[in-house]
């Protein structure tokens, strides 16, 4: 079983930052992908940013709409896995998401998530 917690989500205006944190704890074999989605009301849930447990850099993965504003890290001593959200955007406006699975290899699918955190909002404005 695995646990997650999001926080760090706020109003922010355009152009500005905010960084999201999302505690794991619980079986360390069940968090070998975690990652961030994203939720609109009206909309199905979307795939921002993945990393794998060894958190290197090649082993991270991003939606194209958030590439060169958004980073993905971990801190594998904290069980934390963190995304940095520069440059932000109305259109980033959503319920953000923590996600954990075991598989090897990590993308941005819902589906191939088992475990999920509660949410944080994140919420920009013009």
């Known amino acids: 079983q695995v646990q997650l917690v999001e926080s760090g989500g706020g109003s922010v205006q355009a152009g500005g930052s905010l960084r999201l944190s999302c505690a794991a704890s619980?079986?360390?074999?069940?968090?070998?992908?975690m990652g961030w989605f994203r939720q609109v009301p009206g909309k199905e849930r979307e795939g921002v940013a993945t990393?794998?447990?060894?958190?290197?850099?090649?082993?991270?993965t991003y939606a194209n709409s958030v590439k060169g504003r958004f980073t993905i890290s971990k801190d594998n001593a904290k069980n934390t896995v963190y995304l940095q959200m520069n440059s932000l955007k109305p259109e980033d406006t959503a319920m953000y998401y923590c996600a954990a699975d075991r598989n090897f290899w990590c993308d941005l699918e819902v589906y191939n998530y088992k475990y999920w955190g509660q949410g944080t909002q994140v919420t920009v404005s013009s």
């Open positions: 619980g079986d360390s074999d069940s968090r070998r992908c």
């Open positions: 990393i794998t447990s060894d958190g290197s850099i090649s082993s991270r």
